[in-house]
C-alpha cells in the first residue's frame, strides 16, 4: 500500500466527474435579464418615439415577458399608422378631363 500523497506536477487523470471539492455550478437556471443593447433613435415623430421607447420595458424582463411587450408596440405602432392614413391630406392633383365633361 502506497499511503504517500501524489507529487507535485503530476495530475490526475480526468475521469469527467465533476470535482467533489466543491458544489458544481449548475446551468439549468435562466439567465437574468440583461439589456440587448440595441439603440433607439427618435424619429421625431412623439407617438411613434413613445411606442418605440416602450421597447426598452423588455431589457428588465426575461423572455417569455418579451412577447407582450412586442406585442403591445406593434399594436400601438399600426394603430398609429393606421391614423395617418384617415387623416385627410390636401386634394390631390386635378384628374383628365372626363369624356362626358362639360362644354360650354
Do not use: C, F, I, W
Amino acid at each position: 500500500m502506497n499511503d504517500a500523497a501524489p507529487q507535485a506536477g503530476t495530475a490526475e487523470p480526468d475521469t469527467g466527474e465533476p470535482d467533489r471539492a466543491g458544489p458544481v455550478p449548475s446551468d439549468d437556471g435562466p439567465a437574468a435579464p440583461a439589456p440587448l443593447g440595441v439603440p433607439r433613435t427618435p424619429t421625431g415623430h412623439a407617438e411613434v418615439d413613445t411606442h418605440v421607447e416602450r421597447l426598452a420595458d423588455a431589457d428588465h424582463l426575461t423572455t417569455d415577458g418579451h412577447l407582450e411587450v412586442y406585442e403591445d408596440v406593434h399594436r400601438g405602432l399600426r394603430d398609429a399608422l393606421t391614423a395617418l392614413d384617415a387623416r385627410p391630406g390636401p386634394p390631390g392633383p386635378p384628374g383628365p378631363p372626363s369624356a362626358h365633361g362639360h362644354r360650354s
